[in-house]
């Protein structure tokens, strides 16, 4: 098991409050930290990564009976969730503004777990996607192989992608009550809100890619 004791999972919540301390961001210390988490291996990561950087190609205007056949041959079809599944099976033309909305959203989850395997050194909440992370993923317009992915053979410890979780949790919660009082709040909620979904996904490895549990 790939996991975290309790009195670790405490001591990385008091270190991220030092760290909103010195920030613009609201927090409260009595936020909970989370249950014990077992983290996924290499292989799972490099699998939902393939995933989402294929499904993102829908949302630019990709066929979807192209991305599914570019899933299927490169042996991921077995990382698709439920939903995923269910868009492969329509056509462009079918599908709603919401799934290609979530579909462009994956950009920020993501980038979150090309962080995690160590892809890049940064994740700021402040920051949008950079213009460079196109060029560190296979372009299926290329008919470009997986293997800037599937080569991967590092991640970070579980020490590290727990902090930036916990972090992310944070700044959650922080996004939703400004949200629930009617301010704006510094950061984007969306950025915040997709990446910590990733790293939620990757730290507990019974969690369903559909349905991670994102209360603050």
């Known amino acids: 098991m790939i996991t975290l004791n309790q009195e670790t999972r405490l001591a990385v919540k008091e270190e991220n409050l030092a760290k909103l301390a010195k920030l613009p961001y609201r927090y409260i210390d009595w936020l909970p930290i989370h249950d014990e988490t077992n983290m996924r291996e290499l292989q799972s990561l490099i699998d939902r990564m393939s995933v989402m950087n294929a499904l993102i190609n829908i949302s630019f205007g990709a066929p979807t009976d192209y991305i599914k056949s570019w899933i299927a041959q490169e042996g991921y079809t077995h990382a698709l969730s439920t939903w995923e599944k269910d868009i492969l099976e329509k056509a462009n033309d079918d599908l709603t503004e919401y799934e290609t909305n979530s579909l462009r959203w994956y950009l ?44 991967l053979s590092d991640m970070r410890s ?18 939703v009550d400004e949200r629930i009082k009617g301010q704006e709040a510094l950061i984007n909620e969306g950025i915040v809100y997709e990446r910590r979904r990733a790293l939620e996904w990757l730290l507990d490895d019974e969690s369903d890619w559909d349905e991670i549990e994102m209360s603050t």
């Open 158 to 175: 579980v020490r590290d992608i727990y902090t930036m979780m916990d972090y992310y949790y944070r700044l959650h919660w922080y996004c």
């Open 108 to 151: 920020e989850g993501l980038w979150a777990l090309m962080w995690a395997a160590k892809m890049t050194d940064i994740l700021d909440e402040t920051q949008w996607i950079p213009d460079t992370m196109a060029s560190l993923l296979p372009n299926l317009a290329e008919e470009e192989e997986n293997d800037k992915l599937s080569l």
